[in-house]
Nanobody
């Protein structure tokens, strides 16, 4: 397991932008699948974007074109840049990491596949 800590959430108006950051205690040479998930109350945790050890990024259809996932392996950071926020984007956002899946695509994984999670950062979008 690795330690993950999210930051960058907040309250914004519709159309606003945020950049979420996940600080990860992942060795630079490690190969991980890293993803951002979001969850509203007791609903199922939803994957929104993943990036694998080859820097291949995949996105949920609902966020494609508005969300960009990236990572800085040298500085152990995972990012989620969010543009044109909508009220339905309001959720707790979590980063997750898993070294058993160095190659991953969002459509082929589930939250149950990940062993390491941060505590989350809240994003609230008002209309």
């Amino acid at each position: 397991q690795v330690h993950l800590e999210e930051s960058g959430g907040g309250s914004v108006q519709t159309g606003g932008s945020l950049r979420l950051t996940c600080a990860a205690s992942v060795p630079s040479e490690s190969k991980y699948c890293m993803c951002w998930f979001r969850q509203v109350s007791d609903k199922k945790r939803e994957g929104v974007a993943c990036i694998d050890s080859d820097y291949f990024a995949t996105y949920a259809a609902s966020v494609r074109g508005r969300f960009t996932i990236s990572k800085d392996s040298a500085n152990h950071k995972l990012y989620l840049q969010i543009y044109n926020l909508k009220p339905e984007d309001s959720a707790m956002y979590y980063c997750a990491a898993e070294d058993r899946m160095p190659i991953c695509i969002l459509g082929g994984i589930s939250y149950v596949d990940f062993g390491s999670w941060g505590r989350g950062t809240q994003v609230t979008v008002s209309s």
